[in-house]
Structures are given as C-alpha cells and as structure tokens.
C-alpha cells in the first residue's frame, strides 16, 4: 500500500518534518499524542517500540528499552533506546511500549568503516518537537487550547514579513 503525503514544515537541521497523510480511507491506529503541559514519565530501562519505513518496507516495529537521556550532540538533547533504529527509520517515531508517543527517531552511532550500531537508536525527544512545533505555529496538533486558523494565519503573516524584510 502506498499513501501520498504533503511536507508541511521540515527542520534539516534537525531531521525532522511535519506531513499531512493524503488518504481517503480511515486509519485504524493512531499514536497516542501527550497533551500540552503533560509530562511524560520515563526512565531509562522502560520498554520503547522504534517504528520507521527502514529499506523502504512498510513500517517496521522493532523493540528495546531506554538505554540513556539527554545524550548531548550537537548542543541537543537526545535519548537513547536499544530498540533498532535501521536506515529509513529515521523520522519515525519512538513509542514507550503502551503506545506513548515520546520522540522522533533521528541518529545511530557508525563506528569504523560506517558500520551501524543500530541497537543504539538515538531519539529526539517529544519536549524539542513541541518546541520546534510551537515555534512553527503548529501547536495546535498537541495542545488543545490553541486555535489552528489562528496560528495559522499567524505563522503566514511571520512568513511573509520575513520575505519582506529579506528584500531590504
């Protein structure tokens, strides 16, 4: 099965993107998303599912636990889970294992001539997507609150006053 989808936003830095699924059929499981001001419990040894399109296969599950937080590359903040992270995964998504959204997976260590060591997926934490999402005028996908025609109209009026201030 193939499902089209739209890129909405995409932070390149950070190996994340926000897309819009092109489907006409409803969908059967949807993740669990924690609520604005939610704080998500986890420690390291809790139980992770890793889900990406690795190799291009449909979504593959795979298992593991977390193994360490706020593993610092970069400046940023990430955690680590021995669930696979495989080529393709990357931009999936990092469930504890009751169904809990908690990142994004991003980054494996390669070690030597570029071999993965895939046990050692590293995540983005859901704490910097709502961030970046907020900072993006998407909140409204986790926080309730927020009104999407608002902030949305409100990210296009920053959008076309930094084209404008580039022209200067």
Do not use: C, H, W
């Given at each position: 099965?193939?499902?089209?989808?739209?890129?909405?936003?995409?932070?390149?830095?950070?190996?994340?993107?926000?897309?819009?699924?092109?489907?006409?059929?409803?969908?059967?499981?949807?993740?669990?998303?924690?609520?604005?001001g939610k704080e998500i419990k986890y420690k390291v040894l809790d139980g992770t599912i890793a889900v990406g399109c690795s190799l291009l296969f449909p979504p593959l599950p795979t298992i593991g636990i977390v193994t360490r937080m706020d593993f610092m590359i970069n400046s940023l903040p990430y955690h680590m889970s021995s669930a696979q992270i495989i080529y393709g995964n990357s931009g999936g998504a990092m469930f504890l294992s009751d169904g809990m959204l908690i990142g994004i997976p991003s980054l494996i260590p390669v070690v030597g001539w570029g071999t993965p060591i895939t046990h050692m997926g590293l995540f983005v934490p859901i704490d910097r997507v709502y961030k970046w999402l907020e900072e993006e005028r998407y909140?409204?996908?986790?926080?309730?609150?927020?009104?999407?025609?608002?902030?949305?109209?409100?990210?296009?009026?920053?959008?076309?006053?930094?084209?404008?201030?580039?022209?200067?």
């Open positions: 099965m193939r499902i089209e989808a739209d890129i909405k936003i995409y932070n390149k830095q950070e190996d994340m993107a926000l897309l819009r699924l092109r489907y006409d059929e409803p969908i059967g499981a949807v993740a669990q998303i924690p609520m604005s909140n409204f996908i986790y926080d309730l609150s927020v009104d999407e025609k608002t902030s949305l109209e409100l990210r296009e009026k920053e959008i076309k006053e930094k084209r404008e201030n580039n022209k200067k």
